[in-house]
């Protein structure tokens, strides 16, 4: 009992960040390991293996809608990021196996929804790893992974003019008939026939119906 409310820092400690593209939210959830004074790029990650892009479970990313990743077409919903760095450029997959195991370079690729190449550059010194969301438009950001001296990014884009059109439409669609049951009711009540005229032509304005 003692041990079990004994709470000390983590190693990785978990983290989460998240951003809401025009009407798209994405999230990721990961461990975030520190450097130590460890070199990282080749050594601690080794290069042209499969990893886990973060510490202990495999890291999450979830899209509330369609987007293009890296300009590749990905539905909704939660996968596993995975990277394979290299010296020759990077290469981020997204698998639906969210509980994907990725040690020793081991990676199992059956599940594996998109790969894309991504840029590297380099930064100022960074001890933890971290994600973040970088350039972020109604139309697209940007996913940036940051460790040591390298940043590496991702592209994603999303069609938030269709969306947004979309929910419009939705909004708006039911509302046809409070127009068509006041302009029957002016009609027949008040004989105001100028003003159900327009409440009749606005509910067919909204959606042609056999009842409007």
């Known amino acids: 009992a003692f041990a079990q409310s004994l709470e000390l820092p983590a190693a990785s400690p978990a983290a989460k960040v998240s951003q809401r593209v025009g009407v798209t ?3 990721l959830e990961y461990s975030s390991p520190a450097a130590a004074g460890r070199q990282v790029w080749g050594a601690l990650v080794p290069w042209d293996k499969a990893w886990r892009t973060g510490a202990n479970a495999a890291t999450k990313i979830t899209f509330s809608k369609e987007v293009k990743f890296g300009g590749k077409d990905v539905p909704a919903g939660t996968y596993a990021l995975i990277s ?22 081991a990676y199992d690729a059956k599940d594996e929804l998109v790969r894309v190449t991504a840029t590297s550059s380099a930064i100022a ?50 509302s046809w008939r409070p127009h068509a049951n006041a302009a029957r009711w002016l009609a027949e009540n008040t004989k105001d026939f100028d003003k159900a005229l327009g409440h009749i032509n606005a509910s067919i304005g909204i959606q042609s119906t056999w009842y409007n």
């Open 125 to 174: 010194p960074r001890e933890r790893m971290i994600f973040a969301f970088s350039d972020t438009k109604d139309a697209g950001t940007s996913l940036d992974l940051e460790w040591e001296k390298i940043k590496v990014s991702v592209p994603i884009a999303v069609a938030t003019e269709a969306h947004a059109r979309a929910n419009i439409d939705a909004a708006l669609a039911p």
């Open 84 to 105: 394979i760095p290299s010296e020759k450029g990077w290469t981020v997959i997204l698998n639906k196996n969210t509980s994907l195991s990725v040690g020793d370079g």
């Open 25 to 27: 939210d994405i999230s």
